[in-house]
């Protein structure tokens, strides 16, 4: 049989992986799946993901692909698949593509989420998925931040080292289409970005500075002068990976 390519849709909780990217000697969720599919399909595979996930970082949406010579239908890779997988990974659809798909290369945008709490006391059963911190902060000044990100910007003060992944050429400056706070409880909100690319750590380290805002410690118009900066130096702490969610990675507008 021809080379067929496989469309994954997953989600997975990354509290024991040391992120999506495949590593010799530590665990990881790319490794992971592709042992699973190695199994089931009886071939060497390497999986190609929509973009990497740091440590401990979730998904709800991530989506991959893979290339093999396998005559397994598309529900056979679903059901066999998650029958090889640990349960903090899941297949939620497979569909065969054509073979000039790539998750990362055919992405036009993706959506992250970050989840934060001001609770006094922080739930047990949130702690893998909520970043706590103190004091309150003010949900007016958070989302006014938000609205600043807005549009194309140069995100140099938002990046991590080593994060541009050899893309070069548009260096830090990426789009964002939207950016939102959601309220989802008395303390406890939502960041929602969708953009056309992320820097690594740029959700986390934005998060880091907006709470300073909200809790009074700099003020919107600081972080509008951060964001035009472009130094890493004069920004907020990195938010922790626990709250961060790839969301969705989209493909159509």
């Given at each position: 049989?021809?080379?067929?390519?496989?469309?994954?849709?997953?989600?997975?909780d990354?509290?024991?992986?040391?992120?999506?990217?495949?590593?010799?000697?530590?665990?990881?969720?790319q490794?992971?799946?592709?042992?699973?599919?190695?199994?089931?399909?009886?071939?060497?595979v390497t999986?190609?993901?929509?973009?990497r996930?740091?440590?401990?970082?979730h998904?709800?949406g991530?989506?991959?692909?893979?290339?093999?010579?396998?005559?397994?239908p598309?529900?056979?890779?679903?059901?066999?698949?998650?029958?090889?997988?640990?349960?903090?990974?899941?297949?939620l659809?497979?569909?065969?593509?054509?073979?000039?798909?790539?998750?990362r290369?055919?992405?036009?945008?993706?959506?992250?989420?970050?989840?934060?709490?001001?609770?006094?006391?922080?739930?047990?059963?949130?702690?893998?998925?909520?970043?706590?911190f103190?004091?309150?902060?003010?949900?007016?000044?958070?989302?006014?931040?938000?609205?600043?990100?807005?549009?194309?910007?140069?995100?140099?003060?938002?990046?991590?080292?080593?994060?541009?992944?050899?893309?070069?050429?548009?260096?830090?400056?990426?789009?964002?289409?939207?950016?939102?706070?959601?309220?989802?409880a008395?303390?406890?909100?939502?960041i929602?970005?969708?953009?056309?690319?992320?820097?690594?750590?740029?959700?986390?380290?934005?998060v880091?500075?907006?709470?300073?805002?909200?809790?009074?410690r700099?003020?919107?118009?600081?972080?509008?002068?951060?964001?035009?900066?472009?130094?890493?130096?004069?920004?907020?702490?990195?938010?922790?990976?626990?709250?961060?969610?790839?969301?969705a990675?989209?493909?159509?507008?």
């Amino acid at each position: 049989m021809g080379e067929r390519t496989f469309k994954l849709l997953l989600a997975y909780d990354g509290t024991r992986y040391q992120g999506w990217q495949r590593q010799a000697d530590a665990p990881t969720v790319q490794g992971t799946l592709e042992a699973a599919l190695a199994r089931l399909t009886g071939e060497a595979v390497t999986v190609h993901g929509a973009g990497r996930t740091d440590s401990g970082v979730h998904a709800l949406g991530m989506t991959a692909h893979f290339r093999t010579h396998t005559s397994i239908p598309a529900h056979g890779v679903l059901r066999g698949g998650n029958s090889l997988l640990p349960s903090d990974i899941r297949l939620l659809a497979v569909e065969e593509v054509d073979n000039t798909f790539h998750a990362r290369y055919s992405a036009l945008s993706k959506t992250y989420w970050y989840q934060l709490s001001f609770e006094p006391v922080l739930l047990p059963t949130r702690r893998l998925y909520w970043a706590h911190f103190q004091p309150v902060a003010d949900p007016e000044r958070m989302a006014a931040c938000l609205a600043l990100l807005q549009g194309t910007h140069d995100f140099s003060s938002f990046e991590a080292s080593g994060s541009r992944s050899g893309d070069e050429r548009r260096g830090a400056v990426r789009t964002i289409y939207a950016a939102r706070l959601r309220q989802m409880a008395p303390a406890r909100f939502r960041i929602e970005i969708q953009g056309d690319g992320f820097l690594r750590h740029m959700v986390r380290n934005i998060v880091g500075t907006v709470v300073e805002v909200g809790q009074g410690r700099r003020s919107v118009a600081d972080f509008r002068e951060v964001l035009a900066a472009r130094d890493r130096r004069l920004a907020g702490p990195t938010a922790p990976a626990r709250g961060l969610f790839l969301q969705a990675v989209h493909y159509g507008r």
